[in-house]
Each structure stands twice: as structure tokens, then as C-alpha cells.
């Protein structure tokens, strides 16, 4: 078996979606009939792509985008099931893969008061809500763990800034909650898909448009060549 890209992500991401679990190294070498050690070695591969994040001692998934295997503010349930989401964004495109209705349990802004957030037959509630991204696409992966645990949920852009000041975070771009559903959805839409690629960095600053994400949170450099 040729093991690309493509392939060990999107069978990541199945494990993820039905299991609500990474797979380990074990089972992934089990399931794609491949030996531990080149399983190892693709995984750190597509890590370098930027396809996946490692725990830093042990070479096992930590995260893959949207899916998380460690605990986060995000927690997703559908149908008696449930996932950790490594923020607002993937959180939502988590919704987007299941195809199914569902709710997101979170706080706004990572403090005290807790949410529930509700996508029925495709739509997202409360209507009212907007997500907070404070840190520059640009800069996404250089630290990717830190920049998805700043882009939460608020109430109003007011009380983002509010937000801002107190925790001495610089304040980002602010967008409706079903901006960033409907967003999410075309974003994460072929996560599951063993041809997956990372979109270029063309593909990526036109889906920003596509979505009114503008200014100089969703600017991107022509380098990299994919996002």
C-alpha cells in the first residue's frame, strides 16, 4: 500500500469521527497494514505538512484539525456521541463532517459562562453569537495549539474587546457564528477524502473572500505554497 497524505489523514480523521478517539500508532499500522515504524515515520511526514500535530515525547496524534485528542474549552455531541473540538472553528467543522444535527458545549470567551450552541437541520443557534480570532492566519502554525485556544465564542464584539483588555490579547477580526459555520463547512468538507491535500495558498485567500474575510488577520503570503 502507497501510504500518502492523503490517505493516512483521512483514515485518521474516520477513526476520530467514529470513534471520538486518535488512533494510535498500533492501530493505525494494524489498519492500513503497514509496520509501526513507517507508520511513525509518515505521521512526523505529514506533521510537517502541517496536517496533523503530534504530542511532542511520544510521536501520537495530539490534534488533527478539527479533531482533538487532549481536552479543550470545545466539546462536541451528536446522537450519544462526542468530541473535543480545538476551537469555535473546528468545533463547527466537526458538525460539518457528521452531517448531522448537533450541539457545542462551551464558555464564552474561555471564562465562567457556559453555552450551548445548537446546529438543527443545518442551522446554527443562538444567531447571535460571534467568533474572536485574535491571531493572524499568517502565523496560524507557529504555534497552532495557542492560536486555537484564543479563537473563541462572545457575545458581542464589544465584549471582545473588553475581553482583549483584561487578558492583554491583541484584538483580532470578529465574525458572526454563522459566518464561520457556513465557512467551516467548506473548509473542513473534504477532510474525509483519501485524495486530501492541504488547500494552496490561492485556494485558501479565495475561500477567505468567498466568506467576506478580509483584512489583515486573513492576509497570507504567497509562501508557503499550500495553507
Given at each position: 500500500?502507497h501510504?500518502?497524505?492523503?490517505?493516512?489523514?483521512?483514515?485518521?480523521a474516520?477513526h476520530?469521527?467514529?470513534?471520538g478517539?486518535?488512533?494510535?500508532?498500533?492501530?493505525?499500522?494494524?489498519?492500513?497494514?503497514?509496520?509501526?515504524?513507517t507508520?511513525?515515520a509518515a505521521?512526523?511526514?505529514?506533521?510537517?505538512?502541517?496536517?496533523?500535530?503530534l504530542?511532542?515525547?511520544?510521536?501520537?496524534?495530539?490534534?488533527?484539525?478539527?479533531?482533538?485528542?487532549?481536552?479543550t474549552?470545545?466539546?462536541?455531541?451528536?446522537?450519544?456521541?462526542?468530541?473535543?473540538?480545538n476551537?469555535?472553528?473546528?468545533?463547527?467543522?466537526?458538525?460539518?463532517?457528521l452531517?448531522?444535527?448537533?450541539?457545542?458545549?462551551t464558555?464564552?470567551?474561555?471564562?465562567?459562562?457556559?453555552?450551548?450552541?445548537?446546529?438543527?437541520?443545518?442551522?446554527?443557534?443562538?444567531?447571535?453569537l460571534?467568533?474572536?480570532?485574535?491571531?493572524?492566519?499568517?502565523?496560524a502554525?507557529?504555534?497552532?495549539?495557542?492560536?486555537?485556544?484564543?479563537?473563541?465564542?462572545?457575545?458581542?464584539?464589544?465584549?471582545?474587546?473588553?475581553?482583549?483588555?483584561?487578558?492583554?490579547?491583541?484584538?483580532?477580526?470578529?465574525?458572526?457564528?454563522?459566518?464561520?459555520?457556513?465557512?467551516?463547512?467548506?473548509w473542513?468538507?473534504?477532510?474525509?477524502?483519501?485524495q486530501?491535500?492541504?488547500?494552496?495558498?490561492?485556494?485558501?485567500?479565495?475561500?477567505f473572500?468567498?466568506?467576506g474575510?478580509?483584512?489583515p488577520?486573513?492576509?497570507l503570503p504567497?509562501?508557503p505554497?499550500?495553507?
Amino acid at each position: 500500500m502507497h501510504l500518502t497524505n492523503g490517505l493516512l489523514h483521512s483514515t485518521i480523521a474516520r477513526h476520530f469521527l467514529a470513534k471520538g478517539t486518535a488512533p494510535t500508532i498500533a492501530q493505525l499500522s494494524v489498519e492500513l497494514g503497514t509496520e509501526a515504524p513507517t507508520i511513525a515515520a509518515a505521521l512526523r511526514a505529514l506533521a510537517d505538512y502541517h496536517g496533523v500535530v503530534l504530542h511532542p515525547m511520544s510521536g501520537e496524534i495530539w490534534a488533527m484539525h478539527p479533531f482533538s485528542a487532549a481536552p479543550t474549552a470545545f466539546w462536541v455531541e451528536s446522537a450519544g456521541r462526542g468530541w473535543w473540538g480545538n476551537c469555535a472553528w473546528c468545533s463547527l467543522g466537526i458538525v460539518a463532517l457528521l452531517q448531522a444535527d448537533a450541539t457545542i458545549t462551551t464558555t464564552l470567551g474561555g471564562e465562567s459562562t457556559q453555552i450551548v450552541i445548537e446546529v438543527r437541520d443545518g442551522v446554527v443557534t443562538p444567531a447571535d453569537l460571534c467568533v474572536h480570532f485574535p491571531i493572524p492566519m499568517a502565523r496560524a502554525w507557529d504555534n497552532v495549539t495557542y492560536t486555537c485556544s484564543t479563537m473563541l465564542v462572545f457575545p458581542s464584539a464589544a465584549a471582545v474587546d473588553a475581553w482583549s483588555r483584561r487578558h492583554a490579547i491583541p484584538r483580532g477580526d470578529v465574525q458572526s457564528l454563522k459566518t464561520v459555520w457556513a465557512f467551516a463547512q467548506a473548509w473542513y468538507g473534504r477532510h474525509l477524502d483519501p485524495q486530501w491535500t492541504k488547500w494552496t495558498t490561492a485556494e485558501a485567500r479565495a475561500m477567505f473572500n468567498q466568506f467576506g474575510l478580509t483584512g489583515p488577520i486573513w492576509a497570507l503570503p504567497s509562501s508557503p505554497e499550500r495553507f
